[in-house]
């Protein structure tokens, strides 16, 4: 009995092929127009090829994406597989071995077509770990082709089969035709996905959804319930004079890493970096938003610590912060000209949050905390009662707490994480 990949593949003189080949482009042109996410429809994509009897057994997409971590991703899809597996690569890969050895570099350099007979490699294909595996998982031809975006903006498109003999010329033929079919599809999904990207790095999740969603009209917004975060660096106009530029912008990037990524961990949103400083708010939507921000404060403030041994052991002064939160209502919108908007809070609270940092300097304490706050969070036992100050712009003396004594240092949370 002929297993499928040993299977004769339909004549290309067989009737009903040419119409399931045609069934194919048209699905692809007409009716992937609701599925939203690329990797799904590359998924059924080989499934439909299988059908219309063309031998695919793998097939991969190779993306260059607009992120700030990562470089590119490949989308990956075997026989059998239900969901299509992406893998994310980091900056810097273009310089391996793996990559500078592989079809990729080829195609990426201006290649047409990078065809490979995985079952009679040559000396020179055997460097290629990814021929070596491919034959390991039994398939018998490889082949990538460009995927030609607009702009000049080439991608990539692999397919390989485990066909005894490999593919036959009338399916390369057919999968070359509809290559371009896949890069128009591709393209719309891969922009959609670099809005999407280049908002959530820009201004967040959260109001990246509320902008797709349609929140685009000067005023828009909504009143939520909010802990908010306003962070500064201290002392950052003297470094950024006295010490190179690089070192400025390397240091402030490390800063600002400590700071956010215990905020994010936790449930936080970063509405804007403000020079050397940030602003943060944590919904009251979720019932641990109060515990979740002192807990991403005393992540950040490990994380400090471990930063500024770094600048100590480098020769560099160690840096100072303030923190200054509070609780209430903002306005959660749209704010700016008629042709350059701000997605962001305003309202008292944020200015009580902004105060209590500037009172950080005079109490030298880099955390302070209003009533409010520390009554939601229930956490009075565990704070200090610094009294009451007068605040510039309200008209009642603001209660402060600043953390206490009791609470774990720093460098003991690092070890007891």
């Known amino acids: 009995m002929q297993t499928p990949s040993e299977a004769p593949s339909p004549s290309p003189e067989d009737g009903s092929w040419p119409a399931r080949r045609q069934g194919v482009l048209d699905w692809l042109i007409i009716e992937t127009r609701n599925e939203r996410f690329i990797d799904n429809i590359l998924v059924e994509l080989g499934e439909r090829l299988q059908a219309a009897g063309v031998p695919v057994a793998r097939a991969t997409l190779h993306f260059r994406i607009n992120h700030p971590q990562w470089l590119g991703a490949r989308i990956l899809w075997r026989k059998g597989l239900a969901e299509g597996e992406i893998d994310l690569y980091d900056y810097g890969t273009q310089n391996t071995a793996l990559y500078l050895n592989s079809p990729l570099y080829v195609i990426n350099n201006g290649g047409t077509e990078v065809r490979t007979n995985l079952e009679d490699l040559t000396e020179d294909q055997e460097q290629s770990s990814l021929y070596v595996d491919l034959r390991a998982e039994g398939l018998t031809e490889y082949i990538a082709w460009p995927l030609e975006h607009t702009l000049g903006k080439r991608h990539i498109v692999t397919f390989a089969t485990d066909r005894k003999g490999g593919f036959e010329d009338e399916h390369l033929a057919f999968l070359a035709k509809m290559v371009p079919a896949l890069a128009l599809v591709s393209e719309i999904r891969l922009k959609n996905r670099f809005v999407r990207t280049l908002l959530e790095t820009y201004v967040g999740p959260h109001a990246s959804e509320q902008i797709l969603a349609g929140a685009t009209t000067r005023g828009s917004g909504v009143t939520v319930g909010a802990a908010i975060l306003i962070c500064d660096l ?6 950024s004079d006295l010490w190179p530029r690089d070192d400025v912008i390397e240091l402030l990037n490390a800063y600002f890493d400590a700071m956010s990524e215990p905020i994010e961990r936790h449930g936080g949103e970063i509405l804007k970096f403000m020079g050397d400083g940030l602003l943060a708010i944590f919904p009251l939507s979720n019932p641990d938003a109060a515990e979740n921000l002192l807990q991403a404060i005393r992540e950040a403030e490990a994380a400090i610590v471990l930063l500024n041994q770094d600048n100590l052991a480098k020769g560099r002064e160690p840096f ?25 809070v305003i309202g008292p609270a944020v200015n009580i949050a902004s105060r209590l940092e500037s009172l950080t300097k005079e109490t030298k304490r880099p955390v302070l905390l209003s009533r409010a706050f520390v009554e939601l969070a229930g956490c009075a036992s565990s704070m200090e009662h610094l009294g009451a100050y007068p605040v510039r712009g309200i008209g009642e003396p603001i209660e402060v707490f600043a953390f206490s004594g009791n609470e774990p240092s720093p460098r003991l949370r690092v070890a007891a994480g």
């Open 234 to 239: 201290r002392n950052f106009t003297k470094l």
């Open 320 to 344: 100072g912060y303030g923190i200054g939160v509070h609780v209430g209502d903002v306005m959660y919108g749209n704010i700016g000209s008629r042709r350059r908007l701000d997605f962001t």
